[in-house]
């Protein structure tokens, strides 16, 4: 280069071909599937009707927490602090709301069933919020499932592709597989992982395991009266 004149111009560094990371640079991660998201949650109040005389607060609020997260529960009374026949309950989430609506209309406290009611805007948002929640607990249970049945294929796979142990080898792994096994079996099944439990397809999957609750509380609530 001559003095006084401007250095050449450097050549352009080439790029990697479209979708390819920079080089020197890990591959990014595959994306997760996409799918039904959860809705956003919100809180809802539910308006509970024809209390049955002697149905006390705490029976009644140990009821609806059976059913979903309550923020609050609130009775409303006379001037002379006399319980009225009906009541507010705030739940932390639609998915409580609607379980309280689904179940507690089966429910029957000395032969009264409750009143429950939401105002329009509430039900207007129940309306968007219950089809979206199934939508996507049901994505995710597909999700589950095909993880599941991926994993046993691949272990089958595995297991298939071992080599068949023969002869006095054979043997004697086996035998001394089974004096292992004796000796370590309650160590073995105390560290053994639990099998994940599936995620329900739907909300209405947990409502026998809660209506079994539920019952057991109205029963004992019956037997005091």
Request: charged fraction near 30%; charge should be negative.
């Amino acid at each position: 280069m001559m003095p006084g004149m401007p250095p050449p111009p450097r050549a352009p560094m080439p790029m990697p071909p479209r979708g390819m990371p920079p080089r020197g640079m890990p591959p990014a991660a595959p994306a997760a599937p996409s799918g039904p998201r959860m809705p956003v949650e919100r809180m809802c109040t539910l308006y509970v009707g024809k209390i049955p005389e002697g149905l006390d607060d705490d029976t009644l609020q140990a009821a609806l927490q059976c059913l979903g997260k309550v923020m609050r529960w609130k009775r409303t009374k006379d001037p002379s602090g006399k319980p009225k026949g009906f009541g507010f309950c705030d739940f932390a989430t639609g998915e409580g709301v609607l379980r309280a609506m689904r179940m507690l209309k089966e429910i029957s406290f000395n032969g009264a069933q409750l009143l429950l009611k939401v105002d329009a805007k509430t039900q207007e948002f129940l309306n968007t919020y219950g089809p979206q929640r199934d939508a996507a607990l049901a994505f995710i249970r597909e999700q589950f499932d095909a993880k599941k049945a991926s994993e046993a294929e691949a272990k089958a796979a595995t297991e298939a592709t071992e080599p068949p142990k023969e002869g006095e080898a054979a043997a004697e792994t086996k035998e001394g597989e089974a004096a292992e096994a004796k000796e370590g079996e309650a160590a073995e099944v105390k560290e053994a992982p639990a099998e994940a439990k599936p995620p329900p397809a739907n909300d209405a999957e947990a409502d026998p395991e809660i209506a079994v609750k539920l019952h057991e509380l109205v029963a004992t609530w019956h037997a005091a009266q």
